[in-house]
């Protein structure tokens, strides 16, 4: 369980800096938590979650020892 809480701060930040990435792309900008910061957090969330949930990562995170 100590470890789970890492591994949720570590997504946590890769969501976040992923979405000033496509914040910029889309945007030319990536002020941190704007409403565009926002919505590009949320699209970058949906997308882990759809990975995730359709085994996608499967075999990339099943020998990862955390």
Same mark, same amino acid.
């Given at each position: 369980?100590?470890?789970? #809480? @890492?591994? %949720? #701060?570590?997504? !946590?930040?890769?969501?976040?800096? +992923?979405?000033?990435? @496509? *914040?910029? @792309? #889309?945007?030319?900008?990536? !002020? !941190? ?6 919505? $590009?957090? *949320?699209?970058?969330? $949906?997308? /882990?979650?759809?990975?995730?949930? #359709?085994?996608?990562? !499967?075999? +990339?995170? %099943?020998?990862? /020892?955390?």
């Amino acid at each position: 369980m100590e470890m789970m #809480s @890492r591994c %949720k #701060s570590v997504i !946590d930040t890769l969501v976040h800096e +992923l979405a000033h990435h @496509r *914040q910029y @792309r #889309s945007y030319g900008e990536a !002020d !941190d938590l704007t409403p565009v910061h926002m919505e $590009a957090m *949320q699209w970058v969330a $949906a997308e /882990v979650v759809e990975a995730i949930a #359709s085994g996608a990562l !499967d075999e +990339l995170l %099943k020998e990862v /020892v955390w």
